[in-house]
């Protein structure tokens, strides 16, 4: 199975200041057949289902504000807020999607300071 | 608008089977594999297998293999998961998602297994 590693596991921002994620996989998520990145985040808010917020690496979900930014190939990711708000705060996580079974990261908890 | 709206909370005691349902509304249920997702308490994302609803193959992750069931009904637009000899251990959210990139997710169901 591929491992996925984030980190930090706590997040704590000042809002208006920008969050960065680590997300790292234990192979390459590169599919070279069709060229596409199989790595996408979420953000499950407390009591709420994930949502997703890129998917591909970096291409950003219809409606996801633009301060959420994904990047990253092979396998070191990183999902970046520009800028944070309130409503940002929650759980992170990744998740590849090259080979099953799927994996996610642990998650990555943004809190405001 | 695309939906999916999962059955109700579930109590269960230990060896008994549960059957969660997936209903889908909103988009052409026939083009999108639905996936399914645990989340025990306080803890991270597990993947537990997928559907492919127009032809009914499914992939199971091994730790479910000959536990779990994933089936669906094409005139009803519903997908269902059903998990057998549960242990305590089951007690989870379980979140039904659409298509590779999950981008949409059932509200979830809680299972929570007790004796």
């Known amino acids: 199975d591929i491992v996925m590693t984030q980190s930090p596991l706590s997040l704590p921002v000042t809002p208006g200041e920008p969050a960065s994620i680590s997300c790292r996989s234990s192979q390459s998520l590169l599919d070279s057949d069709d060229g596409n990145t199989y790595l996408h985040w979420y953000l499950q808010k407390s009591g709420q289902s994930p949502q997703l917020l890129i998917y591909?690496?970096?291409s950003r979900a219809s409606g996801v504000p633009d301060r959420f930014s994904g990047s990253g190939s092979g396998t070191d990711f990183t999902l970046k807020v520009s800028s944070v708000e309130a409503e940002d705060v929650g759980v992170y996580f990744c998740?590849?999607?090259?080979?099953?079974?799927?994996?996610f990261g642990q998650g990555t908890k943004l809190e405001i300071k | 608008q695309v939906q999916l709206v999962q059955s109700g909370t579930e109590v269960k005691k230990p060896g008994a089977s549960v059957k969660v349902s997936c209903k889908a509304s909103g988009y052409t249920f026939s083009e999108f594999y639905i996936h399914w997702v645990r989340q025990a308490p306080g803890q991270g994302l597990q993947w537990m297998g997928w559907?492919?609803?127009?032809?009914?193959?499914?992939d199971y992750a091994q730790r479910f293999q000959g536990r779990v069931t994933m089936t669906r009904d094409t005139s009803i637009s519903a997908a269902y998961m059903e998990l057998s000899r549960l242990r305590s251990d089951d007690t989870a959210v379980y979140y039904c998602?659409?298509?590779?990139?999950?981008?949409?997710w059932g509200q979830g169901t809680l299972v929570t297994v007790s004796s």
């Open positions: 998740m590849q999607a090259l080979q099953t079974p799927f994996t």
């Open positions: 998602a659409r298509g590779g990139i999950y981008d949409y």
């Open positions: 559907i492919n609803v127009n032809t009914g193959d499914t």
């Open positions: 591909l690496g970096s």
